[in-house]
């Protein structure tokens, strides 16, 4: 006599079944009383195996007493169950959406076998691990399920404790898949949250430097009074011709800090000779020439500056070789240089100066185009004559606007402190 339980506070409700009940093929497959026999299981143990496995699993045979025997066996062990009579009626349970942790399979089915369920379900669910159950003991049909992605295999008759064990490693081999899925994925999200963070901090760290860039550069105007405005003007030439020549928002960026910070070195020059009414002499001119360098060497310790303090080292160049600290020339000098010097000279021509006043725009471009070859790079060149002039016209308004609200602001605040 065959007794099917289920443990209640850690005794078995049994619901007897005769051996003589059990079909041909499930007496062939070896399933005896033995299987299934009462036994008292530790109230503790009930609900610890519930708490923990209550997973659940298909049960796929078409043989109804053998779904009914391994069915019992992990009801027993606190599993949840689900029947299927076919391969055929397996994919369709699984399609209703239900979510099965494991299958259990038989091989040899009508309609559709074993073989070709596991085929199917490693497409449509490949988290859920498949254990094929039969009574063929051919080590090639073995291999065969293995090969197509079973993830055990396991011949009739076997014992309870061959069958729970399987189950167990099953489970614990997807629970393990899953969460070390889970872990890469929230640690991925994790990753880009922190990359994000750090994106941002360095964002809001850049702009606090150009703040503070931006402060040295209107400290720089003042103290050379002859040029103010002249940095902020050369920065947004320098930024349209780049515009117009197609580089990248980041080397533009560059470009714009290495515009920005061209005379930065001048503020190591004495003012006696930064200031000097006249002409100077060849020692001061000499001393004057030191600022591209004085310039470099104030920026190039700064990481996000070191390729801005190339352009500050090398705007004084000239693209035929004859400009100064190093006599580079042609690609040997930064392309941010070679569009720095039309824009610098477009903003020197179109500026008073004590001793001329402003010219054209199109007097500007006349001296351009009639030094390209030799002090500027001709490929810059022709970006810029293609540029309409409405544009630089319209670039300087912004700036001395810019500059009159800065003055105006300044003087509010100087009035206010003196109340």
């Known amino acids: 006599m065959l007794h099917f339980h289920t443990p209640i506070y850690g005794f078995c409700v049994n619901s007897f079944v005769t051996s003589a009940s059990l079909s041909p093929m499930a007496q062939l497959c070896g399933f005896t009383s033995q299987d299934v026999s009462v036994e008292y299981i530790a109230p503790e143990e009930i609900w610890l195996s519930v708490l923990m496995t209550a997973e659940r699993i298909l049960v796929v045979d078409d043989e109804d007493s053998i779904r009914e025997i391994v069915s019992s066996m992990l009801s027993a062990a606190g599993y949840q169950c689900r029947q299927a009579g076919s391969g055929v009626d397996a994919l ?157 928002a980041e080397r533009i960026r560059v470009i714009a800090r290495g515009a920005f910070l061209h005379d930065i070195g001048k503020m190591a020059i004495p003012d006696a000779i930064l200031r000097k009414p006249g002409p100077l002499t060849d020692e001061e001119r000499a001393i004057m020439r030191e600022h591209c360098y004085r310039g470099y060497q104030m920026l190039r310790k700064i990481p996000f500056l070191t390729e801005a303090s190339e352009i500050v080292y090398s705007h004084q160049e000239k693209f035929d070789g004859t400009g100064y600290p190093r006599q580079l020339k042609h690609e040997e000098i930064p392309l941010g240089a070679r569009i720095f010097a039309v824009a610098d000279t477009l903003d020197a021509i179109t500026s008073d100066r004590p001793y001329r006043a402003a010219q054209s725009i199109w007097a500007a471009r006349e001296e351009i185009v009639r030094f390209e070859g030799s002090q500027f790079d001709p490929a810059v060149v022709r970006v810029f004559c293609e540029m309409p002039e409405t544009i630089w016209e319209d670039l300087r308004k912004e700036i001395d606007a810019q500059l009159m609200r800065f003055a105006a602001s300044k003087s509010r605040t100087a009035s206010h402190s003196l109340v």
Do not use: C
């Open 92 to 248: 369709a349970v699984l399609n209703t959406g239900e979510d099965f942790a494991l299958m259990l399979s038989d091989l040899m089915m009508r309609d559709l076998d074993g073989i070709g369920l596991l085929e199917q379900t490693k497409i449509k669910f490949p988290e859920m691990p498949v254990i094929m159950v039969t009574a063929v003991h051919d080590i090639s049909v073995a291999l065969a399920a293995i090969r197509n992605g079973a993830y055990d295999y396991l011949l009739k008759p076997f014992e309870r404790e061959q069958l729970l064990a399987a189950v167990r490693r099953a489970l614990e081999t997807r629970r393990l898949k899953l969460e070390n899925r889970a872990y890469q994925s929230n640690l991925e999200s994790l990753v880009a949250a922190r990359t994000e963070q750090l994106r941002q901090t360095m964002n809001d760290l850049e702009r606090s430097y150009d703040i503070t860039l931006e402060a040295l550069g209107d400290a720089l105007d003042l103290k050379d009074s002859e040029t103010e405005g002249h940095s902020k003007r050369v920065t947004a030439f320098t930024i349209a011709i780049a515009r117009a020549m197609g580089l990248s």
